[in-house]
Each structure stands twice: as structure tokens, then as C-alpha cells.
């Protein structure tokens, strides 16, 4: 069974583990002065900051993650600055994938921007378009999906 939840003390090798494959460099890393990765602890304690991490005990641990954040819109459409959730990366696992984690992680960040009371969730998908129109996001533009809330 999979578990989608915030990072707790014990999750955090995996996270990072898993933050380290992200193509483009992950937004919940920072660099030590010997260069090496580590977590950016003051992400994952501000509350501006949704991090997630899918759980699975049978699997050993995290699978998946979910970075998000309070972020006025960037969109070319009208949706009131100030009110909007920007999902910023989000990845399980190869072994993990369409098993409905992703799903799991992307319904949670939506539950956690409701009760920030935002009107919507926008986000930049060309790597996976797919995914979010099977959950209900909008294209908008070239690579931008929104979902209002
Ligand atoms: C995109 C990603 C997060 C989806 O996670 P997941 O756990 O595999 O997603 P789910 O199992 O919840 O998928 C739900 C539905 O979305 C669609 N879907 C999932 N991954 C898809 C993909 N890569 N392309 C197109 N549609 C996809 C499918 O319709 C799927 O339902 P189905 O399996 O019944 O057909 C995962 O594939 C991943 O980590 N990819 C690598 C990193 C990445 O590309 N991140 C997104 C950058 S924008």
C-alpha cells in the first residue's frame, strides 16, 4: 500500500535520492561547500512549500515526490496573482510508474492548495501532457496545464 504524506526524518535519504534524479536539478536541493547535494531543509519546513513523498513499506520506502509552491501565476490567462499553486516537479520511480502514485502525489499538493484556499493549480508539463489531462488539467499556451480548483 502506498502512502502519500510529508517528508519525515526518515524519508529523507530517499527523497534526496530521488530529488538527484531530477533532469533539471531539483528545487528541494542545495549544494554543501564540498558539492554535493543536500536537502534544502527551509523548503521542506515553509509552509509556502508543498512537499510530498509516496511511501511504500513493501518497496523499501519512498518511490515517489512532489515539490509545489504558493506562486502567483504566471499564465497568460486571468487568474488573480497571489491565488494560485505553482506544481513545480513531480516523479516516481520507473518500477513505480502507472501504478497511480503519481495520481496519489498530484491529488494530495491539490488537497494542500484548497486549504491554502488557492483558486488553482498551474504547472509547466512537457514531459508528461498525458498525465495531466487524465487529471483534469487544461493546456494553456505550449507547455502551461491549469487546473482550477
Ligand atoms: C509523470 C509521472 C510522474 C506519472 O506518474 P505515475 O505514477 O506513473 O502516474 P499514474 O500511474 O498516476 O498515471 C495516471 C494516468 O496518467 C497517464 N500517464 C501517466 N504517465 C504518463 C506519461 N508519461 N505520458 C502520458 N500519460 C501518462 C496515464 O493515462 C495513466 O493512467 P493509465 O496508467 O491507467 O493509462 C511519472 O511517469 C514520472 O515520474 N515520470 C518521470 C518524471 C517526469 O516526467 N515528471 C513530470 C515532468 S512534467
Redesign the pocket.
Known sequence: MVTVRQPLQGDRPGLLDLAQRWPAGSYVLLQDEDGFYVLDDNKLDDPNWCVLVAIDDSAGGVV?YLVGQNRASLLPMPIPAGQTAELE????LTE????????LLVRKFEEWARRKCFTAVY?G???????YE??GYRRVGYCYFVKTL
Open positions: 515517489g516537479e513531480i516523479g516516481v513505480h510508474q502507472r501504478k497511480g502514485i503519481g495520481t504547472l508539463g512537457g514531459a508528461a501532457p498525458g498525465f487524465k487529471l
